[in-house]
């Protein structure tokens, strides 16, 4: 396995966004404290920006159009601080998962199949992952340009005016100049980091359960070809030609071997499944929570007719993100569902009844039955132990969202 083959472009993208908040793959000491800086760097960024949040919250709080424009905010701050702080206790664990995913997932091929498969994933993966860097940074954009152009069509030369990236309550002289520049700068800077810190977890998500989908795929062909006719031919054939008269009994011998090679790969993607689950299940739960609130306000701001356009067009993509990203990380978790359950057609499909006459033959297929039957049991990841995480899931979740959309036009008419 080569380096080449494990810095796939879409696993460069997700590990570099997860490098930027502190987290990464290490081999020496300097790397590891540079890494610490980082995640130094994101727990200052993402205090200030939490405080600077929720005071702005407070200060609109009574103000209904001030509340649903902060309140995105303020919901957005929140479900990132429940993201990074979760995954942040679990550190080391994610750290191991995200070098067992670049050793195992997307590096091992042993045929043509295999690199099909892996091929496929990767494009895949890559879709996902840019959708998820993409909408994040265009949101982020809109949010920082949103000042600057304010100032330039306005032409605002009176400090009191000016307009931050999130208002500053406080009688503090932040509006003159020089201050405004550098308080401006360091909104970037938070605004930057938060938008990192929204897609990097779910880009790592999606970016495994595309690949542990694609190893029960090929896991599923390597069960379902151990009885080909090719396969038997060509083993028998090698061992006849050795001068081994029990050409079958070797064959047997062989299917076996590799038999058990595929219950433990069949162990080891169960076993990474629920490592997975254990770092995301309190992710997922906040983030199917808190995303019909995020799109009922966000499609709230795009169809205020008094919202200027760009802002209605910044909203506009911020939905646009939530809903791509609540979309993609739910297919890919049904994806891996659905993948875990196909594995029992491997060996259902496979020609074991050719050689079932003997007596190894018939415990080799006994055996089969018992994976099959382990293979009914699928592995899912849920959201809090409550919920499995589906295409359902986006159903409920853009119903309830629109919902109440529809109630809080309703009362903003009135």
């Known amino acids: 396995m080569t380096s080449g083959q494990r810095e796939i472009l879409p696993a460069r993208i997700s590990f570099f966004l997860l490098y930027l908040v502190g987290f990464g793959i290490t081999e020496t000491d300097q790397q590891r404290r540079t890494l610490n ?4 760097y994101t727990i200052i960024i993402v205090a200030l920006g939490t405080i600077s949040i929720y005071s702005d919250f407070y200060h609109e709080w009574g103000s209904f159009d001030g509340v649903a424009y902060t309140g995105i905010t303020m919901v957005t701050a929140t479900i990132i601080n429940i993201k990074y702080y979760t995954t942040l206790m679990k550190r080391t664990s994610y750290e191991r998962l995200m070098r067992l995913a670049r050793d195992k997932l997307w590096g091992q091929t042993q045929n043509d199949y295999d690199k099909e498969v892996m091929k496929k994933c990767e494009k895949h993966a890559l879709f996902y992952v840019g959708a998820f860097a993409y909408l994040a940074s265009s949101t982020g954009v809109l949010y920082i340009v949103e000042p600057v152009i304010y100032h330039w069509w306005n032409n605002i030369t009176t400090p009191s005016d000016r307009m931050l990236i999130i208002k500053i309550w406080q009688n503090w002289p932040v509006y003159e100049t020089p201050n405004f520049e550098m308080v401006y700068l360091l909104q970037v800077f938070i605004t930057v980091q938060l938008c990192v810190l929204y897609s ?5 998500l999606v970016l495994a359960n595309t690949f542990i989908t694609g190893q029960f795929s090929i896991l599923r062909y390597r069960l379902e070809v151990l009885y080909s006719h090719q396969l038997i031919d060509r083993i028998t054939s090698s061992y006849m030609e050795s001068g081994e008269v029990d050409g079958e009994k070797n064959f047997l011998a062989f299917v076996s071997q590799e038999f058990k090679n595929c219950i433990r790969q069949h162990q ?22 808190v995303h019909s609130t995020l799109i009922c306000l966000c499609g709230y701001q795009t169809i205020m007719p008094e919202n200027a356009v760009l802002r209605r067009i910044k909203f506009g993509v911020y939905a646009i993100g939530c809903i791509s990203q ?5 297919f890919t978790c049904t994806n ?13 499909n496979s020609a074991w009844y050719n050689k079932n006459s003997s007596e190894r033959g018939r415990a080799l297929t006994k055996d089969y039955s018992i994976m099959i039957i382990r293979a009914q049991r699928p592995c899912r990841l849920t959201g809090g132990g409550f919920f499995y995480v589906t295409l359902d899931t986006v159903k409920s979740v853009l119903t309830t969202a629109f919902s109440y959309l529809t ?8």
């Open 37 to 40: 800086l980082w995640a130094l």
């Open 200 to 204: 990097c977890f779910e880009s790592f």
């Open 268 to 289: 080891f993607l169960i076993s990474v499944t629920e490592e997975l689950e254990g770092l995301y299940t309190i992710i997922n739960l906040a983030s199917v929570l």
């Open 326 to 330: 609540l979309f993609f990380f739910s």
């Open 336 to 348: 891996l569902t659905l993948g875990s359950l196909t594995v029992g057609d491997g060996p259902y």
């Open 407 to 414: 109630l809080i036009r309703q009362s903003a008419m009135n």
